[in-house]
């Protein structure tokens, strides 16, 4: 089975500065990768993960490598960290980690809806049990609001060009997949759009994905619970991956009370060799907050 390549890992190894014995929390457990690779330095794991699908296949891996005795599974949202970690016994721990948004098996195979070069029902929900789907949301938002939330959650300087093509769209039938929205936000742009580097739908499906999972509000309820329960010392990572994330990261190492102080002034990012590798991590950035 091909399992997600966890991004950044020597450095989250690092500077989790795992020990046997001591408490992690790995808030994004998605395929195990970094999980995995603390439960072998002998570190305690609870792994919070908000998609079932994701925690069985992490759960199987685990088991199947003999290292679910210091794993502790739990499905949920990690908006809700703190009431999810004290349940499991996790109410101190030593590091937490978020590496934010979705797993390759969630983009490639997961049937989630998240891949502008597959043709699949447009849902994005990573959580199964959330109301409203993408389709939802283009099928019945009033067109501000869709450009609003494009141009919001991703800078898209079409914005306001492909909320009026969608609304116009919808009228003569219902968008429901995502190689129609795909197709419909390449026939609104030059083949020169953005000098052929990214796709033109790019910037619309990472928009509406966060809004459909409510990313930044769930980071922003995140953050400020994770950071209350480390020990002193202890440190918590955020990777993320679009700049909405890491400025959100960024300003709570500023603000944050109880009081954490960002450990490197920059935020680390993948070596060219991982870039080469691994091309998802091209856009990861690594900040490392530490208790007082
Ligand atoms: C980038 S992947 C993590 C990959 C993992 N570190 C690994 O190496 O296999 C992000 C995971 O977080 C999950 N996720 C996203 N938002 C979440 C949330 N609010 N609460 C809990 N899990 C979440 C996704 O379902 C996905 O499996």
């Known amino acids: 089975m091909d399992y997600h390549e966890p991004v950044l890992l020597n450095e989250v190894l690092e500077n989790l500065k795992i020990e046997q014995g001591k408490k992690y929390i790995d808030c994004t457990l998605g395929d195990g990768g970094h999980t995995i690779e603390i439960l072998k330095k002998g ?13 069985a296949r992490a759960k199987k891996r685990i088991i199947e490598l003999k290292l679910s005795d210091n794993f502790v599974g739990a499905l949920g949202n990690f908006k809700n ?5 004290e349940q499991n016994g996790f109410s101190k721990v030593d590091g937490i980690l978020f590496d934010l948004g979705y797993s390759s098996y969630e983009l490639d195979d997961g049937g989630f809806g998240l891949s502008f070069l597959k043709d699949e029902p447009l849902d994005m929900r990573l959580d199964k049990t959330l109301g409203v789907t993408a389709a ?3 099928n019945m938002l009033p067109e501000d609001q869709i450009a609003r939330i ?7 300087k079409m914005a306001r060009k492909f909320a009026r093509a969608i609304v116009s769209s919808r009228s003569l ?3 429901q997949t995502t190689k129609e929205l795909a197709d419909l936000l390449r026939s609104e ?6 000098h052929g580097r990214i796709h033109p739908a790019t910037r619309t499906f990472q ?3 966060i809004a459909v999972n409510d990313e930044v509000a769930n980071l922003e ?9 480390l020990l002193p010392g202890g440190r918590m990572l955020v990777i993320s991956f679009q700049s909405l994330e890491d400025t959100i990261a960024k300003q709570f190492g500023r603000s944050a009370r109880p009081k954490v102080l960002e450990v490197t002034k920059k935020p680390l990012i993948p070596t060219d060799e991982e870039i080469r590798e691994n091309s998802r991590s091209r856009s990861a950035k690594l900040r490392i907050f530490e208790c007082a």
């Open 43 to 55: 570190g305690i794991v609870l792994g919070i993960e908000v998609s079932e699908e994701a925690l």
């Open 81 to 85: 960290i703190k009431e999810i970690a």
């Open 136 to 138: 939802d949301l283009l």
């Open 150 to 156: 494009i141009s919001g959650y991703s800078d898209e």
């Open 173 to 175: 039938k219902k968008i």
């Open 189 to 194: 742009t030059s083949p020169g759009y953005e």
């Open 207 to 209: 928009a509406l994905r």
């Open 221 to 229: 309820k995140a953050l400020p619970q994770a950071a209350r329960l």
